[in-house]
């Protein structure tokens, strides 16, 4: 993967900006039974980022799975304020668009390039969902700045 | 968007100001979504206006005005508090809440209970049916055949696509309530014919016959497929409605699972061509004696101690026929003084299940048959469970990560024996 600051366009699903440092999934996430609300930690049983909280963080992950319950559990997180920062992901889904929708952070799909090949955990993203624009400083070049 | 004239008049207000805060937050879902309009809906289901402590904390609501507050800033998303109406297109509210008969077995304390009601009242006095379960197609709620549905509830939504060829995507809690109140929802996904046809092929190559297999055969597609839509072929017979229940509620756990087609038995795949309508054919993805033990073992993965403190039954909530094995299955012997045995169900059920007998049969075998939720929605096992056994693969995926305790997962009958030894003596047969 290549160091330096990368550029991704996608479709905007919430509006906003916000930056901070990614929480990368290759794996879908759960809501309700997956999450948990008050820490913003994933409890999912077989789930990669099993224990980790995505609070402040820009989430990146392929999409939503499981429970209906999806939507209320992320609008939880926004009144305890363990939301993400944001959110990029590349499958649309009833539940997910909903959750961005109340959980009210910038949120972002369809993106010209993929952004789970692009971003990795710990890697400095800006996100301008407004104008559909991510810009990615690997965490690589930040550790050389 | 494409807005109508009567959409347009909620949004300008012209309809009131609860209609108007449900209209901006569908619109912007809607927006979300990609979604150019929105199609009528005369069937929601949801969980209206339900609270905890935590949201009456949060809003400062108190039990006389917690139904407009919390349907107004969280159901609605509205940062203004409004007067909610009543609805006014047919509504009913999935499960919640602590059963009114046997709270004390679920542990709840009596402030909780009155909290349940006061928002159950609350919610009926608006105009919305207590069906109080996740099975609302076992208790009086069954849609047509292409009727335009809004349900929350991702087994239920899985069964109303798939075995009743109606129409509707997962829908959430907010958006279910703002359907309540509109009648319309976004016209994308499960409402428009060229999102329902399948991506995946699974060959099914081991006999699926019991409840078992078919949980054990959801859990691997929903894995297998996520949130596609799979058409299944090969060795399954005609699945019972209980089947399609677990199998749904399975597929929708492990993965996304919306809707799935199994040739010559659900309405929209007469034939596999018909099911994949103009998607090419896709790989072969098999299901044989490999991925059925695999299968087995990964929902088995959840418990290496076999004395079983626990057996919940009733997930997704049981049906009539369920409760009927289940104490052909007790036989009139008593479950081990060590475990307990709880059976979740509708009131629907419960009312029938009552006047034949079978509610005092589990009562005197040392059970309860308990209504509007289950130990996963509620939160409550019995007072120091480590273990639990389960028929239920959604229910395993689910409770041992919601409640930090193990599961074993096996037929109802391998759960009635454990109820009855304590122990798990389950077996993949």
């Not at chain 2, 899985?158 to 829908?171: K, P």
């Not at chain 2, 096992?381 to 229910?395: E, F, M, N, W, Y």
């Amino acid at each position: 993967m290549s160091s330096g600051t990368i550029t991704l366009h996608g479709r905007r699903v919430v509006g906003g900006s916000a930056e901070g440092e990614a929480l990368v999934t290759h794996e879908t996430i759960s809501g309700w039974g997956g999450v948990n609300p008050m820490s913003g930690t994933i409890i999912e049983t077989r789930h990669e980022l099993r224990g980790q909280s995505f609070k402040d963080r820009i989430l990146v992950f392929p999409g939503a799975k499981g429970s209906s319950g999806w939507s209320a559990v992320f609008h939880m997180t926004r009144l305890t304020g363990t939301s993400p920062r944001a959110m990029l992901f590349n499958e649309m889904t009833t539940k997910i668009a909903l959750g961005a929708v109340v959980m009210r952070v910038p949120s972002l799909t369809d993106f010209d390039r993929d952004p789970l090949s692009v971003i990795e955990t710990g890697d400095w993203v800006r996100v301008d969902a407004d104008r559909g624009v991510v810009e990615v400083t690997k965490a690589a070049a930040r550790q050389a700045s | 968007m494409k807005l109508t004239d009567a959409d347009r008049a909620m949004l300008d207000g012209q309809e009131g100001k609860a209609r108007q805060k449900a209209m901006e937050l569908l619109v912007r879902y809607a927006e979300a979504l990609g979604a150019e309009g929105f199609v009528d809906t005369n069937n929601v289901a949801g969980v209206p206006g339900s609270y905890s402590p935590l949201l009456l904390n949060y809003y400062q609501a108190t039990a006389e005005n917690a139904y407009d507050i919390v349907y107004s800033r969280f159901d609605l998303d509205s940062d203004e508090v409004v007067q909610v109406p009543r609805v006014n297109v047919h509504s009913c509210h999935l499960q919640g809440g602590i059963d009114p008969e046997n709270w004390q077995t679920l542990g709840a304390k009596p402030e909780s209970l009155q909290m349940s009601l006061d928002s159950e009242n609350a919610a009926a006095g608006h105009g919305i049916r207590i069906l109080k379960t996740c099975t609302p197609y076992l208790a009086g709620n069954i849609p047509v055949p292409g009727e335009h549905c809004a349900w929350m509830e991702s087994s239920a939504v899985v069964y109303c696509n798939s075995v009743l060829g109606a129409r509707t995507n997962t829908e959430g809690r907010e958006s279910t309530s703002a359907a309540m109140l509109t009648g319309r929802i976004p016209d994308w996904g499960f409402h428009r014919d060229e999102f329902r046809h399948a991506s995946h092929h699974i060959r099914v190559e081991v006999p699926v016959a019991d409840l078992m297999d078919w949980g054990m055969l959801g859990y691997f597609v929903g894995a297998a497929v996520g949130e596609r839509i799979p058409v299944l072929t090969g060795r399954f017979g005609a699945p019972e409605l209980v089947h399609h229940k677990h199998f749904g509620a399975a597929a929708a756990s492990s993965g996304g699972v919306e809707m799935y087609h199994l040739v010559g038995v659900t309405p929209e795949a007469p034939t596999l061509q018909a099911a994949l309508g103009p998607n090419s054919r896709p790989e072969i993805i098999p299901y044989g004696a490999e991925q059925r033990r695999r299968t087995y073992e990964e929902l088995n993965s959840r418990a290496s101690d076999r004395a079983v403190d626990y057996v919940m039954l009733g997930c997704p909530h049981a049906a009539l026929e369920q409760i009927e094995e289940i104490c052909r299955l007790l036989a009139g012997r008593k479950i081990h003084p060590d475990c307990q045995l709880w059976i979740f169900t509708s009131r629907a059920v419960r009312a029938v299940a009552d006047a034949r007998g079978h509610t005092r049969i589990i009562r005197e075998s040392g059970g309860a048959l308990i209504t509007d939720t289950c130990s996963a929605i509620a939160q409550a096992i019995p007072p120091g469970t480590r273990v639990v056994a389960l028929d239920s693969a959604k229910q395993t995926h689910y409770l041992p990560a919601i409640m930090g305790i193990q599961a074993w997962f096996g037929s109802t009958r391998d759960c009635i024996e454990a109820a009855l030894t304590g122990r798990w003596n389950g077996v993949l047969r």
